[in-house]
Nanobody, 123 residues
Framework: VQLQASGGGLVQAGGSLRLSCKASARTSSSYTMGWFRQAPGKEREFVAAISWSGGSTSYADSVKGRFTISKESAKNTVYLQMNSLKPEDTAVYYC?????????????????WGQGTLVTVSS
């Protein structure tokens, strides 16, 4: 499975962006999908995840209420809607896929990683 992330860019604080992650193969029936990010000089951290059915989601405390993860199974695509962006959201965002639970993917146990897309939030 190859994952292609897109949608990053430069935005002012308070603005919004929507990231997309398109999978090369059908993932909706068996893969949990998620987003991670890595800021300069920091370790990669979990952002959000969604179960293969779409019925279960999980978010990092730092993005709860501002970010929303969703999926469009027919397009093998997962989205991350990011609202009320803050300068501390600046990072390279990576999508991930795993044949496991939301909880395990949250811990970074992914089978596949995308190449990353840069999000820069200016103050």
């Amino acid at each position: 499975v190859q994952l292609q992330a897109s949608g990053g860019g430069l935005v002012q604080a308070g603005g919004s962006l929507r990231l997309s992650c398109k999978a090369s193969a059908r993932t909706s029936s068996s893969y949990t999908m998620g987003w991670f990010r890595q800021a300069p000089g920091k370790e990669r951290e979990f952002v959000a995840a969604i179960s293969w059915s779409g019925g279960s989601t999980s978010y990092a405390d730092s993005v709860k209420g501002r970010f929303t993860i969703s999926k469009e199974s027919a397009k093998n695509t997962v989205y991350l809607q990011m609202n009320s962006l803050k300068p501390e959201d600046t990072a390279v965002y990576y999508c991930a896929a795993a044949r496991t639970t939301v909880k395990l993917l949250q811990e970074g146990l992914a089978d596949y990683w995308g190449q990353g897309t840069l999000v820069t939030v200016s103050s």
